[in-house]
């Protein structure tokens, strides 16, 4: 692991950026280290077809970073907008309390976008992310997207696959706690509320919520900001507080959304095929590697597609895209790929 980039993900570009050391060394991060991020657009081009390798559907780019004395995984992966789980994924033997002071490791701020429709808000329930897509505008020939790590429901309290629409955003929401969650409160720590108010340090809604027409489920902040990246909710969808706060002003009331299950996302990058391959968090895909095909069935890329690093991606489950691409396959002209930034653009 570590070195200029992991040569398990076959990345093929340049890491982005200069290698990061923050904070500065032998101090403890602060909470106000984590709201320095603007909102980041990535292009991207969705396929106009089966077998589209003129299609550009992994964003954004790997980074490096160097452990300091005090970081945790949970910092890193916080201030990199990643969840728990992404980093966790990425580097299962790196203890996450006490990463190893000075190894330099590659950040895995790149994904393959998820087959949808490309339009509003979808989850990604096994990667544990989600995607905002912007209202399309017909002046605009490339299309963007917006994207945050999240919380999801417990295995027993799990997210659905559903379809939904925003009907209403809250500022500093009161948490009327249902009657299921306030059983449950009672038999395990004997506290009876029945509500807690906005701004509450305990209330679990954080600052911002997004109300949707699925009933009982939200999205929203935390007051747990480790809570990102982990199954620990009653099936709600919790984003870290800043990022709660980059999302609330840009997603409207009649947005249409998804939650979808993607465990294995196929996307094309500069005419290479990728892969990228998550746990099945909830035990729903009894054979991951059927799965796999038929995303690539599905998605006409399966016979630019090597069975060797298929197998190999699939087996590891690293989480991050993988080139999967049969080298000697007929040559592609890219000379009229549009796109190619990869570094996406800021939104003020």
């Given at each position: 692991?570590?070195?200029?980039?992991?040569?398990?993900w076959?990345?093929?570009?340049?890491?982005?950026?200069?290698?990061?050391?923050?904070?500065?060394?032998?101090?403890?991060?602060?909470?106000?280290?984590?709201?320095?991020?603007?909102?980041?657009?990535?292009?991207?081009?969705?396929?106009?077809?089966?077998?589209?390798?003129?299609?550009?559907?992994?964003?954004g780019?790997?980074?490096?970073?160097?452990?300091?004395?005090?970081?945790?995984?949970?910092?890193?992966?916080?201030?990199?907008?990643?969840g728990?789980?992404?980093?966790?994924?990425?580097?299962?033997?790196?203890?996450?309390?006490l990463?190893?002071?000075?190894?330099?490791?590659?950040v895995?701020?790149?994904?393959?976008?998820?087959?949808?429709?490309?339009?509003?808000?979808?989850?990604?329930?096994?990667?544990?992310r989600?995607?905002?897509?912007?209202?399309?505008?017909?002046?605009?020939?490339?299309?963007?997207?917006?994207?945050?790590?999240?919380?999801?429901?417990?295995?027993?309290?799990?997210?659905?696959?559903?379809?939904?629409?925003?009907?209403?955003?809250?500022?500093?929401?009161?948490?009327?706690?249902?009657?299921?969650?306030k059983?449950?409160?009672?038999?395990?720590?004997?506290?009876?509320?029945?509500f807690?108010?906005?701004?509450?340090?305990?209330?679990?809604?954080?600052?911002?919520?997004?109300?949707?027409?699925?009933?009982?489920?939200?999205?929203?902040?935390?007051?747990n900001?480790?809570?990102?990246?982990?199954?620990?909710t009653?099936?709600?969808?919790?984003?870290?507080?800043?990022?709660?706060?980059?999302?609330?002003?840009?997603?409207?009331?009649?947005?249409v959304?998804?939650?979808?299950?993607?465990?294995?996302?196929?996307?094309?990058?500069?005419?290479?095929?990728?892969?990228?391959?998550?746990?099945?968090?909830?035990?729903?895909?009894?054979?991951?590697?059927?799965?796999?095909?038929?995303?690539?069935?599905?998605?006409g890329l399966?016979?630019?597609?090597?069975?060797?690093?298929?197998?190999?991606?699939?087996?590891?489950?690293?989480?991050?895209?993988?080139?999967?691409?049969?080298?000697?396959?007929?040559?592609?002209?890219l000379?009229?790929?549009?796109?190619?930034?990869?570094?996406?653009?800021?939104?003020?």
């Open positions: 692991m570590g070195g200029k980039y992991d040569k398990r076959g990345w093929g570009i340049v890491i982005f950026g200069l290698i990061i050391s923050l904070p500065a060394a032998g101090l403890a991060w602060q909470e106000s280290d984590f709201f320095h991020r603007r909102v980041v657009a990535h292009p991207f081009i969705p396929p106009r077809g089966p077998g589209d390798l003129q299609a550009q559907t992994v964003i780019a790997p980074r490096e970073y160097i452990f300091q004395e005090k970081d945790t995984i949970l910092d890193i992966a916080r201030y990199f907008d990643l728990y789980n992404e980093l966790h994924e990425a580097y299962p033997p790196i203890d996450p309390w990463p190893p002071h000075g190894e330099v490791i590659t895995p701020t790149f994904w393959v976008v998820p087959s949808s429709e490309y339009e509003g808000v979808v989850v990604n329930i096994p990667e544990m989600l995607y905002y897509f912007p209202t399309l505008r017909h002046d605009l020939s490339q299309r963007t997207v917006i994207t945050f790590p999240v919380g999801l429901g417990r295995e027993d309290w799990p997210t659905p696959r559903a379809k939904f629409k925003v009907r209403g955003k809250t500022e500093n929401p009161t948490w009327v706690i249902p009657e299921s969650i059983k449950e409160r009672i038999q395990e720590n004997g506290w009876t509320e029945n807690i108010p906005g701004g509450h340090p305990d209330n679990p809604l954080g600052t911002h919520r997004i109300e949707l027409t699925l009933p009982l489920y939200t999205i929203h902040g935390t007051n900001p480790w809570a990102v990246g982990r199954l620990v009653h099936g709600c969808i919790r984003l870290y507080p800043e990022d709660i706060k980059r999302v609330f002003p840009i997603v409207r009331p009649g947005t959304g998804e939650f979808v299950y993607e465990p294995v996302k196929v996307g094309v990058r500069d005419g290479k095929v990728y892969v990228e391959v998550h746990k099945d968090i909830y035990n729903l895909i009894p054979d991951l590697r059927y799965e796999a095909r038929r995303a690539l069935q599905t998605a399966d016979p630019f597609v090597d069975s060797v690093l298929l197998a190999s991606a699939l087996e590891e489950s690293l989480g991050v895209p993988v080139d999967v691409t049969r080298r000697g396959r007929r040559k592609v002209d000379t009229r790929q549009r796109g190619k930034n990869s570094k996406g653009t800021m939104l003020e």
